[in-house]
């Protein structure tokens, strides 16, 4: 006599087995369920907790085919270590991820003022920026922001985000940034003369960035009143640059500043 299986539901009915993954510190998965994506931070006995890219925590249970990762259903499992797992960070505080590949680039941009701007947000924002798939263009002088704005066209799928040095009211940087009025293109900006003063003066040595006299070159007095070579500005930035190791070597007047355009361009 034939042996039959109980189990009458057809095979292509049948649930497939998913691959199982080990919760490793940094892997960002998404609970389908509640559409929650985030980096694992935590994975214990029967659990695993994800941080989003906000920094709010949620605990999941460990479940067959619970999660997706790039999309594809997986099994998340405990790794070998019985330990709590933790992740490392980027230099600019967000949770790596560990082998993360380059997305594609998006069509929208953030251009910077200066290229020692853009040096900086390389340095502390880079695998954010590729992860994300956003580029970051080296934009002369604010005084070609609005031919740059109306060259990009900005729109929704391809919005443009804009850092601009010494953003104060009633300054020509300011004036300029007003007469940028897509609703898809951000202008922000920080209250320092360059780029340099974004950086803590206790993460250089240095008690405080020195006064200089209006109408002086500024790079050139901070050097003189700083006893720095003057003659060599670019160097002395590079200086600068190396002692920048994340975002904690920054003023919040620029965190929030290149935050707001990076959610901006990836909303």
Known sequence: MRQYSADLTPPWKKSQPAPEVAAEPGLVVEEPGTGFCGA?????????????RFGKHRVFPLEPRGFLLEGRVVTLVRPSSSAPVRPSRTASGSVAVPGARARVARAGRIYVEGRHDAELV??????????????????????????????????????LGVLVDHLVPGSKEWRIAESVTSEHALVVGHPYID??????????????????????????????????????????????????TSYKDLEPELLGRVEELIDFVTG
Do not use: M
Not at 140 to 151: C, H, N, Q, R, T
Not at 207 to 216: E, I, K, N, S
Not at 227 to 239: D, F, L, M, R, Y
């Open 40 to 52: 694992v931070i935590r994975c214990e006995a029967g659990t695993v907790t994800l941080e989003d």
């Open 122 to 159: 390389e340095k502390v924002w880079g695998d954010d920026l590729r992860v994300e798939g956003v580029v970051v263009e080296y934009l002369g002088g604010v005084d070609d922001l609005p031919s740059i704005v109306a060259e990009f066209a900005p729109g929704p799928d391809a919005r």
């Open 195 to 244: 780029i340099w003063e974004a950086v803590k003066p206790s993460s250089l040595g240095i008690a405080a960035w020195p006064r200089v006299p209006h109408g002086q070159d500024w790079k050139t007095g901070v050097c003189r009143a700083l006893g720095w070579p003057s003659e060599n500005t670019g160097a002395v930035w590079q200086a600068i640059l190396k002692r920048v």
